[in-house]
């Protein structure tokens, strides 16, 4: 069994800034890939920034310049650092991650979510 377990969102006023933290644990044998999703209310769920155990990362273009992803392979866990907030980003943020167990499945694991407020 394997847990995505998400922290950081909250409420935060235009311009300012948030770090979100996931932290998987449990059968871990290793962690392919690590990124960030979200939702706002009526849209799709959306890639916000992802990142390869090969070093690769992703931004979408809404986000590039704002976001950083950063990852802590020891510690199984992903970050993600947003500054100059925007009302636009305010959604439920979930972290996802491509995780090989211990008995070799991959799995592909979803944290519960997170949300995030801006206001302006």
């Known amino acids: 069994q394997v847990q995505l377990v998400e922290s950081g969102g909250g409420l935060v006023q235009a311009g300012g800034s948030l770090r979100l933290s996931c932290a998987a644990s449990g059968s871990i044998f290793s962690i392919s890939y690590m990124g960030w999703y979200r939702q706002a209310p009526g849209k799709q769920r959306e890639l916000v920034a992802g990142?390869?155990?090969?070093?690769?990362?992703k931004y979408a273009d809404s986000v590039k310049g704002r976001f950083t992803i950063s990852g802590d392979n020891a510690q199984n866990t992903v970050y993600l650092e947003m500054n100059s907030l925007k009302p636009e980003d305010t959604a439920v943020y979930y972290c996802?991650?491509?995780?090989?167990?211990?008995?070799?499945?991959?799995?592909?694991?979803w944290g519960q979510g997170t949300q995030v407020t801006v206001s302006s």
């Open positions: 996802n991650m491509v995780i090989t167990n211990n008995a070799r499945r991959q799995l592909i694991v």
């Open positions: 990142g390869t155990r090969g070093g690769s990362t």
